[in-house]
């Protein structure tokens, strides 16, 4: 007998319902678009530029997540990023040098003065004036190694102490290097992240590529220039004492020292054009040690930025300002010196201002990428390419093609096919679209072309269940089995060879998004989304709608 009960009827309807309702939005795209722009800007706390207006462009009590269209169908920006690894190697070997100097201080008696030497950029040359200690002093600088932090690296130590002749060498270990290469890439792209999602773009896509590339692909921005702005500066905040100033750019600022120039304004007691400053390398703290940067105005009613340290920033800043009151020291960003106060006073809170010629703008881009983090390296922007929302409209174009093309040949053929079944499967047919776009908008997946070729594969096979099944039923009716029985035997029987296509092909989808990234992982979304729907919409839908005609009807006989 073709029965289904009440409850199993309503809740098929319930879901079909529903995921119509979710798709919905997305028949008003730009009007729902704006709505949400417009309500995420008034929770910010802006107001005015007509933004309540368009929060009432959609009702409120109607779903709003919309399918987020991919680099390809919006257009925006595209980077591949290859991050200079190299560059912390030499920030962490110059580091080391005040503890090495420190130490080998305690034991001048036994190995005499102690003198930074000229060194390749990842290394450390210290030369001492009893070269017959040289053992005890490159034993002393050993005991500053410390385990590297790695599973893979596990009881090998971060630094490789050797001696030549009077010198010691002090060199990263391989190990070192590696955890470090890692830790960098790692940190980049979470910093990248951060910077990209501060400006409030629309699902980027920032992952890792190889062992130091990063790919960046950000939907709706204007060029890859505008991107680069965002993430290309690297806001190495550091804080330098300063030994000397001058005009001169080819000046020889000595061992352990760096000669760097000054921005407008930097120096405000000097009257020349270009001033250089000699400063310590090794800073007093630097930008890692930040936990907020804000943007506010100096007492002159001048754009500033102003900044606070973690506790430990705090006490190296309230200790080195304590004991250096009337020097001046160097605030550093990206190798420039912005601000060179003289320390009035000491200054325990770990707070200050960073004061310049900023203006409005560019002091809240300054506080932005000061609070979502330095980049711990340069970035190397192998390619870049700017794709335009023409490009864009073009391809959402063709993808509505073909979803209409395959859409329309699938409905004729079925018709032609089944005749009154074929228009039941028609209809099961569109309500699948309608479910796959619902599931999509619920997720907040992001469509893209191979996406689209998701959807348009997805509508050829949608129909694959419904032709099992009408085949069978073709068959039983030969067996001059009665219509009711016929209905009910084809579905029965062709229900193991639906689910074993659906989820040989569904495991397929799943692997495709296990390994693969980007537009494969698009692909493989809509693909698995619309399998799921298809098995519904085949078993249930269809189902559900010949039984209903049937009672309504009560044929003798039936034609499939």
Avoid at 234 to 261: I, K, S
């Amino acid at each position: 007998m073709l029965q289904i009960d009440l409850w199993k009827r309503v809740l098929i309807w319930a879901v079909c319902a529903f995921g119509l309702l979710l798709a919905t939005p997305n028949a008003f795209y730009q009007r729902v678009e704006a709505r949400n722009d417009a309500v995420a800007a008034i929770e910010l706390g802006h107001s005015g530029n007509g933004l309540e207006e368009q929060a009432a462009m959609w009702p409120s009590f109607l779903p709003s997540s919309l399918v987020n269209l991919g680099l390809d169908l919006r257009g925006g920006a595209h980077l591949l990023a290859e991050v200079q690894v190299a560059d912390v190697y030499e920030a962490r070997v110059t580091s080391m040098w005040p503890e090495i100097r420190d130490m080998l201080r305690e034991e001048r008696a036994t190995i005499g003065t102690i003198r930074l030497q000229p060194s390749e950029k990842d290394e450390l040359r210290v030369k001492i004036s009893k070269a017959d200690q040289i053992d005890r002093a490159a034993s002393l600088a050993r005991g500053l190694a410390r385990p590297v932090v790695s599973l893979t690296s596990a009881g090998q130590n971060d630094i490789v102490v050797s001696s030549e002749g009077d010198t010691i060498i002090v060199q990263l270990s391989e190990a070192e290097k590696l955890a470090t290469d890692e830790r960098t890439v790692q940190q980049a792209l979470e910093i990248i992240r951060r910077r990209i999602d501060e400006v409030g773009t629309r699902e980027p896509t920032i992952q890792r590529q190889g062992s130091d590339r990063i790919l960046i692909q950000v939907p709706g921005i204007g060029s890859a220039a505008e991107l680069k702005d965002i993430i290309g500066t690297t806001a190495q905040l550091t804080f330098h004492p300063v030994v000397g100033r001058g005009a001169n750019a080819n000046q020889n600022p000595g061992v352990g020292n760096l000669l760097m120039p000054a921005i407008e304004n930097a120096d405000t007691t000097s009257t020349d054009d270009d001033v250089f400053y000699i400063l310590e390398a090794a800073p007093v703290v630097t930008g890692e040690e930040l936990v907020d940067a804000q943007p506010s105005f100096d007492q002159n009613g001048g754009p500033a930025v102003s900044f606070r340290f973690n506790p430990t920033g705090a006490r190296k800043f309230g200790d080195y300002t304590a004991e250096n009151i009337g020097s001046p020291f160097a605030i550093v960003l990206d190798s420039e010196v912005i601000s060179a106060p003289v320390i009035q006073s000491h200054i325990p809170g770990g707070s200050g201002i960073i004061t310049g010629r900023f203006s409005v703008e560019e002091s809240t881009n300054l506080a932005v990428l000061l609070r979502a983090g330095a980049l711990p390296a340069g970035l190397e922007f192998l390619e870049e390419r700017t794709i335009g929302p023409e490009l864009g409209q073009d391809s959402i174009e063709a993808g509505r093609i073909a979803c209409v093309v395959a859409f329309a040949a699938v409905l004729v053929f079925m018709f032609l096919s089944y005749g009154t079944f074929g228009i039941f499967a028609n209809i099961a047919l569109i309500l699948n679209v309608g479910l796959i776009f619902g599931l999509l908008s619920m997720i907040g997946a992001t469509l893209t072309l191979p996406g689209i070729a998701g959807i348009v594969l997805t509508i050829g096979m949608a129909v694959d269940a419904n032709v099992l099944v009408f085949e069978r039923i073709r068959e039983e009716l030969k067996s001059a089995k009665g219509p009711s029985r016929a209905i009910q035997l084809g579905y029965e029987k062709a229900l193991s060879a639906i689910l074993d296509a659906n989820i040989t092909t569904f495991i397929t989808a799943v692997i495709l998004f296990a390994v693969g990234s980007g537009p494969v992982r698009g692909f493989a979304i809509t693909l698995g989304l619309g399998i799921l729907t298809s098995v519904f919409t085949a078993i249930y839908v269809t189902r559900l709608i010949i039984v209903m005609w049937f009672e309504r009807r009560r044929p003798k006989t039936i034609e499939v």
